[in-house]
């Protein structure tokens, strides 16, 4: 079964540092979600794209983070500069976008802001 | 705001006992679905409920979806230590496809 790419799959960096995580979702998926975790609690939703747009970012942290799908498939979530509070699981998923569509997750990039 | 609240937060449990988690709102969800979680992994979709009342099997997993579409339930009958793991439930209900995580309930089954 295709599965959802993500990468790197730890990070570490310091505060200040600029930090980037990649996702490449599921072929034919229009939907693409970008979650954090932190450790131990439900995911919390920073962005959704339906296709190359933006149609939830009303949770990102926009003085520091941003998204983009430029074509519409694979993903780039950017931190400029990090802070030790973001250290956290991110979590890129995608679906169909149909109501009920279920959620098809990667395996996260661990970020650990030191 | 919708949210989802999940109990128990933490359930600690001996292999072959049966147990309950719970995960509330008060508000009306479209679809509802549960996921599960290894340490280290991403969720992975355990069964999705549409239909108020409406009750699924799997396995040894029995999921509800409360009459109002507010609640739902995840029983497991004569746990194994290969259920440990997160499990987490989502709600749906915007049209955009976007879902409500709530925060988890941590399931350790000892052997």
């Known amino acids: 079964e295709a599965e959802v790419a993500q990468s790197p799959r730890y990070k570490i960096t310091e505060k200040s540092q600029a930090v980037a995580f990649w996702c490449d979702p599921i072929s034919g998926h229009a939907t693409l979600y970008w979650y954090r975790q932190i450790l131990g609690q439900g995911p919390e939703l920073l962005v959704q794209f339906q296709d190359e747009s933006v149609v939830d970012d009303s949770q990102l942290p926009k003085d520091r983070f941003s998204a983009e799908r430029l074509k519409g498939v694979d993903s780039t979530l950017k931190i400029q500069p990090a802070e030790l509070g973001d250290s956290a699981m991110y979590l890129c998923?995608?679906?169909?976008?149909?109501?009920?569509?279920?959620?098809?997750f990667g395996n996260g990039t661990r970020l650990t802001v030191t | 705001t919708q949210l989802l609240e999940q109990s128990p937060q933490f359930l600690s449990i001996q292999e072959g006992e049966n147990l309950t988690v719970y995960c509330n709102s008060s508000?009306?969800?479209?679809?509802l679905q549960w996921y599960r979680q290894e340490p280290g992994e991403g969720p992975v979709l355990l069964v999705t409920?549409?239909?108020?009342?409406e009750v699924k099997k799997l396995k040894r997993l029995t999921f509800q979806f409360g009459d109002a579409r507010k609640d739902s339930s995840l029983h497991i009958t004569a746990a194994q230590p290969g259920d440990t793991g997160l499990y987490l439930c989502a709600g749906g209900g915007g049209s955009q496809g976007n879902l409500i995580f709530g925060k988890g309930t941590k399931l350790s089954v000892k052997p």
């Open positions: 998923a995608s679906s169909r976008g149909r109501v009920a569509s279920p959620l098809h």
């Open positions: 409920v549409v239909t108020g009342g």
């Open positions: 508000s009306v969800f479209s679809s």
